[in-house]
């Protein structure tokens, strides 16, 4: 009776590569680098592109349903002021990081472009909250006065995922806060203060 051995493979651990260790962990990390970078520029590519197209696409909106929507009028101006924002934060994300240290240590130019861009973002956020959710939206001319179903849709989706976007966010980052906060920590005795 001949014993039947389970197979084992061919290759063992101890198996000679083609290339010496040493390369193989530096194309090992050679790889993760260039995925790593790789991944970086599809999301900056992304970003941009979903800020300029976001963009262009409100300001489009607003200009083609400007007198479409004589139920608030102010809809189609909003679209427009929302779109002209969002391409306004294109140098925040266009210029690096460096550069942008450069300018704020000298003239403070950037913080004041962004607590610009925040206010005006608040202000719209509550302008455009007023707009589309203290009306009630009749899409048909002949009912009297109306606002296009694009017009009135885009603008609730824009007020709507900014409100989301704000939550979660705030949501975020008191979650970390209270990481920090409550998270037990490895204190030194002589660092303790009694």
């Known amino acids: 009776m001949s014993k039947i051995h389970p197979q084992q493979s061919t290759q063992s651990s101890d198996a000679p590569s083609i290339c010496p260790p040493e390369q193989n962990e530096y194309l090992k990390r050679l790889i993760i680098i260039r995925l790593r970078d790789a991944c970086r520029i599809a999301a900056f590519v992304f970003f941009i592109f ?11 909106m607003g200009i083609i349903n400007f007198n479409n929507c004589p139920l608030q009028r102010c809809i189609p101006i909003y679209l427009i002021a929302e779109g002209v924002l969002l391409l306004a934060t294109l140098p925040n994300v266009l210029i690096p990081n460096e550069e942008l240290e450069m300018y704020s240590k000298k003239y403070n130019m950037v913080l004041c472009y962004r ?21 009630t939206p009749n899409f048909y001319p002949a009912h009297g006065l109306y606002c296009l179903k694009p ?14 976007s704000l939550s979660l966010s705030v949501l975020f980052i008191a979650t970390i806060g209270c990481c920090f906060i409550y998270c037990p920590t490895s204190r030194r005795p002589e660092t303790l203060i009694i």
Request: negative net charge; contains cysteine.
């Open 115 to 135: 607590i610009f861009l925040c206010t005006w973002e608040v202000a719209l956020l509550v302008f455009g909250s007023v707009l589309v959710y203290g009306m």
């Open 50 to 60: 979903a800020i300029v197209f976001g963009g262009t696409l409100l300001i489009a």
């Open 151 to 164: 017009c009135y849709y885009m603008a609730f989706f824009v007020v709507t995922m900014t409100w989301i």
